[in-house]
């Protein structure tokens, strides 16, 4: 007990962290998903290739993989990142193909014959898009998007390898020296369930706000 | 900055150690993930309140918790009670720990889209119940599965790479190692990455044979 008193301030700081990084990288990888998948619905043949070739790229290299080369070889390139933004653009990047996934699986969701009920009443193909299919999607859409979240938030710590003093570092560095892993671990363990289990809640909400019954 | 193609040929041989064991670490992680699954698909949808309770508190913890976290958890937990586990072993539990609560998940998804319609059609040619959901159901569960089993092997292959944190020698590891030793860090990564896209390539092509051996036709 009086170990965790000691930590907390630590622990505390680390959990801003995570928070701020989890934050920010739900923020851009859900804005650069939604880009790509319009990119990949309605984009040109070319575009949609590159698109493609990101997509299968991210599904199939670890994001540990990702966080290494952008930490050992940008420096190589002549760019120099501090290991939060860079951390911060690994992470959105790579979440970026699995939101991207998610809203075009959604937009996809929408049944052609809305597609053609919109054109009957005389819309234009925007005024369909925006009126029709993305209300629709966004319905079928909001559970994996917040699936994807979480992914996002688990996925933060891993940026404690590359030594971004996040939750999972700052726990990590205490046991090492107090060799109380089950204690501090645990705590660490339960400060990611509580911000997990609040971006679910957060998108339970979302998706009674979002359902046709109000 | 050039890239020297020779030098990839060098250090091939070092990642292709590695990549043998993050070949024996991720075969057991899918196998006893699709394993573990089981009693965790039959507590979440047992009839006593209290199993499906705990069952589903503990799919809750784990899904929404790193798996890194869970790995060091286990590694230094093991360390204090006096039974160090391996790194490998270490990594292992976690893996398959975190993703037979995810694949239990896809198990349940899989029961559940069956129609009801099938049990009750089992049921009223005189089957038992336990007959029914073992040669009715559970068959066309199986094949409905087989999608999401893949991707969640792809996940697993990829998170292998986080038992480098516990020194376990694997792929990402090796690189990593290479990397602090030489200045061509593109070639290394670039290597890396190839390999890991080939793994998840090849399991995946396999796993689409499977699909394509139970598919109802």
């Given at each position: 007990m009086h170990l965790l008193l000691a930590s907390a301030p630590l622990l505390a700081r680390g959990a801003a962290t995570t928070v701020y990084l989890s934050v920010v990288a739900i923020f851009l990888a859900t804005a650069l998903g939604l880009v790509l998948a319009l990119a990949q619905l309605y984009g040109g043949i070319l575009l949609r290739i590159v698109v493609e070739v990101y997509l299968y790229v991210v599904r199939g290299v670890p994001l540990l993989v990702l966080l290494f080369a952008m930490y050992y070889a940008l420096p190589y390139a002549g760019i120099a990142l501090d290991p939060?933004?860079?951390?911060?653009?690994?992470?959105?990047?790579?979440?970026?193909?699995?939101?991207?996934?998610?809203?075009?699986?959604?937009?996809?969701?929408?049944?052609?014959?809305?597609?053609?009920?919109?054109?009957?009443?005389?819309?234009?193909?925007?005024?369909?898009?925006?009126?029709?299919?993305?209300?629709?999607?966004?319905?079928?859409a909001a559970p994996p998007f917040i699936n994807t979240c979480i992914m996002v938030v688990k996925g933060t710590s891993l940026v404690s390898i590359i030594g971004l003093?996040?939750?999972?570092?700052?726990?990590?560095?205490?046991?090492?020296?107090?060799?109380?892993?089950?204690?501090?671990?645990?705590?660490?363990?339960?400060?990611?369930?509580?911000?997990?289990?609040?971006?679910?809640?957060?998108?339970?909400?979302?998706?009674?706000?979002?359902?046709?019954?109000? | 900055m050039s890239v020297d193609l020779g030098f990839i040929t060098r250090i091939a041989p070092t990642l292709a150690q590695g990549l043998g064991t993050t070949v024996a670490l991720a075969i057991p992680a899918i196998l006893l993930s699709a394993l573990w699954a089981i009693p965790v698909v039959v507590g979440l949808m047992a009839r006593s309140r209290l199993v499906a309770r705990i069952t589903a508190d503990y799919v809750e913890v784990v899904r929404n918790t790193p798996v890194l976290?869970?790995?060091?958890?286990?590694?230094?937990?093991?360390?204090?009670?006096?039974?160090?586990?391996?790194?490998?072993?270490?990594?292992?539990?976690?893996?398959?720990?975190?993703?037979?609560?995810?694949?239990?998940?896809?198990?349940?998804?899989?029961?559940?889209?069956?129609?009801?319609?099938?049990?009750?059609?089992?049921?009223?040619?005189?089957?038992?119940?336990?007959?029914?959901?073992?040669?009715?159901?559970?068959p066309q569960a199986i094949r409905k599965v087989v999608p999401s089993l893949s991707n969640q092997g792809i996940l697993i292959i990829k998170d292998t790479s986080l038992a480098a944190t516990v020194s376990v020698a694997e792929l990402t590891f090796q690189a990593r190692l290479l990397a602090d030793r030489t200045a061509a860090v593109f070639e290394i990564f670039f290597t890396l990455a190839l390999f890991y896209l080939a793994l998840t390539a090849i399991f995946a092509a396999t796993m689409r044979l499977i699909e394509r051996r139970v598919r109802i036709t």
């Amino acid at each position: 007990m009086h170990l965790l008193l000691a930590s907390a301030p630590l622990l505390a700081r680390g959990a801003a962290t995570t928070v701020y990084l989890s934050v920010v990288a739900i923020f851009l990888a859900t804005a650069l998903g939604l880009v790509l998948a319009l990119a990949q619905l309605y984009g040109g043949i070319l575009l949609r290739i590159v698109v493609e070739v990101y997509l299968y790229v991210v599904r199939g290299v670890p994001l540990l993989v990702l966080l290494f080369a952008m930490y050992y070889a940008l420096p190589y390139a002549g760019i120099a990142l501090d290991p939060l933004a860079g951390g911060i653009a690994v992470i959105s990047l790579y979440f970026a193909a699995f939101m991207t996934e998610v809203f075009r699986g959604a937009v996809l969701s929408v049944s052609a014959g809305q597609w053609d009920a919109g054109r009957a009443i005389g819309l234009t193909t925007p005024r369909i898009l925006t009126d029709i299919v993305f209300r629709q999607a966004l319905r079928v859409a909001a559970p994996p998007f917040i699936n994807t979240c979480i992914m996002v938030v688990k996925g933060t710590s891993l940026v404690s390898i590359i030594g971004l003093a996040d939750l999972t570092y700052v726990g990590k560095a205490i046991v090492e020296r107090t060799l109380a892993p089950f204690e501090i671990f645990g705590v660490v363990a339960l400060a990611y369930l509580v911000l997990c289990l609040v971006l679910s809640r957060l998108g339970r909400l979302l998706e009674t706000r979002l359902s046709y019954v109000s | 900055m050039s890239v020297d193609l020779g030098f990839i040929t060098r250090i091939a041989p070092t990642l292709a150690q590695g990549l043998g064991t993050t070949v024996a670490l991720a075969i057991p992680a899918i196998l006893l993930s699709a394993l573990w699954a089981i009693p965790v698909v039959v507590g979440l949808m047992a009839r006593s309140r209290l199993v499906a309770r705990i069952t589903a508190d503990y799919v809750e913890v784990v899904r929404n918790t790193p798996v890194l976290v869970q790995m060091f958890f286990i590694f230094f937990g093991s360390g204090v009670l006096g039974f160090p586990l391996s790194g490998f072993t270490a990594a292992l539990l976690a893996l398959v720990l975190q993703n037979g609560a995810y694949v239990a998940e896809i198990y349940r998804g899989g029961i559940r889209s069956v129609a009801q319609r099938q049990a009750e059609a089992g049921l009223a040619l005189g089957l038992t119940k336990r007959k029914t959901f073992a040669i009715v159901v559970l068959p066309q569960a199986i094949r409905k599965v087989v999608p999401s089993l893949s991707n969640q092997g792809i996940l697993i292959i990829k998170d292998t790479s986080l038992a480098a944190t516990v020194s376990v020698a694997e792929l990402t590891f090796q690189a990593r190692l290479l990397a602090d030793r030489t200045a061509a860090v593109f070639e290394i990564f670039f290597t890396l990455a190839l390999f890991y896209l080939a793994l998840t390539a090849i399991f995946a092509a396999t796993m689409r044979l499977i699909e394509r051996r139970v598919r109802i036709t």
